[in-house]
């Protein structure tokens, strides 16, 4: 079983609309994070979130938001949705305290998003 | 702020070496991370540098000089399935930030 799922895998959308992409872990973390990955631009941050209460803007906020629901689940919202905002969205988990303190990022298989 | 760098392209032969290079300038150095990421899929943890020095694991080892802000990824015995890209990452405070990526093909 996956420990870090999101869903949809594929999502293909019309400019303006308002989408939700959502992201579940079973490993027990307290820290999430959402990214985007473009092509020759690597992974940049949008938000993450340390514990339930904890909201933190990332590189990129501008156009997006997120709400964590519960310490499993965290969601990334697009509330009209523009072309550029067409990329491979990921969903990460770390836990400082294990690892010997690495805090080390697992990523989610990732949503392919099309905003035509 | 903060700015990686890493080759773009590299080409390699099954069963050789290669090393991947990584140079950073950043404030609030806490670590290096190398991530690999085959097409279209998640990244995935390969090694963690905080102090100088040669971490080796299995067939890849990474190395870290933060006086340089330089960091490489070797990896030996190439086989076809390491054609994937290879993300350097450095946390700085409680984020990372990641380089674009070296997309590395292994020929036979």
């Known amino acids: 079983d996956a420990d870090v799922t999101q869903t949809p895998r594929n999502r293909i959308t019309k400019t303006g609309k308002r989408i939700m992409l959502e992201c579940s872990q079973t490993k027990g973390h307290d820290r999430m994070y959402w990214y985007r990955q473009d092509p020759g631009l690597g992974l940049r941050l949008i938000y993450y979130s340390f514990d339930v209460k904890d909201i933190n803007k990332g590189e990129i906020s501008d156009g997006y938001s997120v709400s964590r629901q519960a310490q499993a689940k965290f969601s990334l919202s697009l509330e009209s949705a523009i072309p550029n905002q067409t990329a491979l969205y990921f969903c990460?988990?770390?836990?400082?305290?294990?690892?010997?303190?690495?805090?080390?990022?697992?990523f989610g298989p990732g949503t392919r998003l099309t905003v035509l | 702020g903060q700015n990686i760098d890493q080759p773009t392209e590299m080409t390699a032969t099954e069963g050789a070496i290669v090393q991947i290079n990584c140079t950073y300038q950043?404030?609030?150095?806490?670590?290096l991370f190398w991530y690999q990421q085959h097409a279209g899929e998640a990244p995935t943890f390969l090694s963690y540098?905080?102090?100088?020095g040669l971490e080796e694991k299995g067939r890849f080892s990474s190395f870290l000089s933060r006086s340089k802000g330089y960091s490489y990824l070797l990896l030996k015995e190439l086989q076809m399935k390491d054609s994937a890209s290879y993300l350097c990452?450095?946390?700085?405070?409680?984020?990372?930030?990641f380089g674009a990526g070296t997309i590395l093909r292994v020929k036979s």
């Open positions: 990460a988990t770390s836990d400082p305290t294990s690892g010997h303190g690495t805090d080390t990022q697992y």
């Open positions: 950043t404030s609030g150095f806490n670590g």
């Open positions: 540098n905080v102090l100088d």
């Open positions: 990452a450095v946390k700085e405070g409680n984020k990372l930030v």
